[in-house]
């Protein structure tokens, strides 16, 4: 009688099954990991966008905030000469993406909103960040104001209103 060599097909069915079981566990955990990241680097964007609001503002007074977020960037690919309409503050990923209307970056769509107007330049500005694919690629929305407050909305769909948002607070996530 020979000896046979290798694992039985019950064995190998046994470890993959095995492998399944870790694999089912761990996947769901990666993706909202994943979420909790992208929604970190929302976060830190809108503040990047908030500072760079700020000196957009003291810089060019007489326009007052920036009305988008591509004057805040440069162009893609190019060297970055700082004008009103390019300030150089964030970085042309965050400032363009190709579309002058909205930018994304790392699962979310940051759009900005009409801030108000007095005596021809512009007070105040918004921005919004929301989840490219809601439940995928974030479950909240952030946004902020000329106060420089990141505020979140926990529905995924953030207003400019102070009763649709709450204060962002870092501990409480």
Known sequence: MRKQKGFSLIELLIVVAIILIIAAIAIPNLLRARMAANESSAVSSLRTINTAQITYNATY???????????LGGALG?????????????????????????????GFLFTPGAGAVAAGRNAGYVVNAAPVILNQTGVRAFCAEEDAV????PAGKCGTTEAAVLTFNPLNQ
């Open 78 to 106: 190019k060297a970055c000469v700082p004008t009103s309409t390019s300030a150089c503050l964030i970085d042309s990923v965050l400032a363009n993406d190709g579309n002058p209307a909205a930018s994304g970056k790392s």
């Open 150 to 153: 990141v505020r979140v909305d």
């Open 61 to 71: 007074p007489t326009i007052g905030f920036s009305p988008d977020i591509v004057s």
